[in-house]
Structure formats: C-alpha cells, structure tokens
C-alpha cells in the first residue's frame, strides 16, 4: 500500500536545496538531466512544473518554456485534464491508478516510485506506446519537495510484440483446426464403417470428414461405374 508522504509545502524548497549546494554540481546535475536521452520532466508539491528536459521536448513536441511554471504537463498526453503518474504520486492516491493506467504497478526503476504504461493516440502528433515511471525527491529532512517523471517511448518495439502476439495466436488457432489421425482405428472388415470414440458407426467418408481436412468429390472409379451403370458402358462400347 503507498504512504502518504510529509509535504514541504513551500515549493521553492526544491530550487532553494539546489542554489545551497556547490554551482559546479548543479550545473552537472542540470546538464545531465537535460542531456539525457530519457525524456524527463518535473513537478513540484503544487503541481507546477519545474523542469522539462530536451528529450520531452522532441517526444511531445512542447518547448520547456511553454509549460515551466504551469499545471499543463497533463495537455501533451491527454485529451481533458487529468492527473499524471508523478501526481499521484504527489498526493499519495494510489488507489485512482487503475481509473486512469490500465498497466501500472510499483516502479522497478525508482525507489518508491510508480511505474504504468500503455497506448496514447497523439504524442507529438503521433501514436505511442508509452512507459512511465515517477519518482519522488525529498530534502535532506524528508519532505517531499518535488516528483520526476521519466517517459520511454517503446511503440516500435510494442507493435513487433503485439505482431508476434497476434501471429502466435493465429497459428494456435490454426493448429487446432488441423485434426490427425493416429493410431488403431476400428473399421468393419464387411461394411468398412469405421468406429468413433463414442462406439458409433461411422462411414469412411464421414469418418475421415470429422477428424480430417479432406473433402470428398463423391466420383466413381472405371469398376463401380460398369457395375452401378452397365447400360451405358454397354452403350460405348457398341
């Protein structure tokens, strides 16, 4: 079950714990995250974002400086306004996931993170299949001053999948289409009726029908015609 968390309510907090520490590790810090090739963004306690990374530029399509400062992290996944995974987080609600991610669970990437996925119709102007994982940050007291969200855009890799997935249940369905047949089969030595399974007598036709592919034309060979029709081979031969 996820805790609820001590919030720091000022939001600041989170920018104030970076300002004190040394200006050569924030700037390595700030390079990294906007140089990483994972899309990333970042909120605070009121639900303002406060980074949004290169790689969620290009993945969404929205430049940092349009939603910095705003509530609208939401606009480039969703149709109407809804919470994201890091403000869920936030609010410690986790029991709303499954209203809004139909694949979710705990994230094995972030510790006390959350973790769901799925389809999205129009990520930067195209479908997706996304994954995200969000994460709390706290300050040195252990408040929680901030959530991350990182984004994994796997469509390509989730089409081959659901590809395999479809041809695997095609070729099941079609394995058991396909009825053999082995070992000793009981057929009369007068009739040639052959028995079933359930100790009915089946002619040979029929019999091969239910437990084959085969299709029979019904014809008669040179012997059965001259016997069933002696009248008309009579006829050719005159």
């Known amino acids: 079950m996820m805790m609820k968390r001590k919030i720091n309510p000022d939001g600041s907090a989170f920018s104030g714990a970076l300002r004190a520490a040394a200006m050569d590790q924030i700037e390595i810090y700030q390079s990294m995250i906007q140089n ?3 899309a990333i963004f970042a909120v ?4 303002k974002v406060i980074h949004w990374n290169r ?12 939603v910095i400062g705003t509530s609208d992290h939401w606009k480039p996944f969703y149709e109407h306004q809804r919470p994201c ?7 410690g609600d986790a029991d709303v996931i499954p209203t809004h991610y139909s ?12 973790h769901a996925e799925g389809w999205y119709p129009d990520v930067g102007g195209k479908e997706r299949y996304i994954i995200f994982d969000a994460a709390p940050i706290d300050n ?20 081959i999948e659901e590809e395999r997935e479809k041809l695997n249940i095609e070729l ?10 082995s070992g000793l089969i009981p057929i009369c030595a007068g009739c040639k009726k052959i028995r079933d399974d359930k100790g009915y007598w089946n002619y040979l036709e029929q ?30 031969t005159d």
């Open 85 to 91: 995974l890091l403000d869920i987080l936030i609010k």
């Open 172 to 181: 099941k369905e079609a394995i058991d289409k396909i009825k053999t047949l």
């Open 103 to 114: 694949v979710y669970g705990p994230s094995v990437l972030l510790p006390d993170g959350l």
């Open 44 to 47: 605070d306690t009121k639900g």
């Open 36 to 38: 990483c090739a994972v």
């Open 140 to 159: 040195k007291a252990g408040d929680l001053v901030a959530a991350v969200e990182t984004l994994q855009d796997i469509t390509q890799r989730k089409r």
């Open 55 to 66: 790689a969620c530029e290009e993945l969404t399509g929205v430049k940092a400086h349009e």
């Open 207 to 236: 019999y091969l029908e239910e437990h084959s592919n085969a299709e029979f034309s019904h014809g008669l060979c040179p012997e059965c015609f001259q016997k069933y029709f002696p009248d008309a081979v009579k006829k050719r």
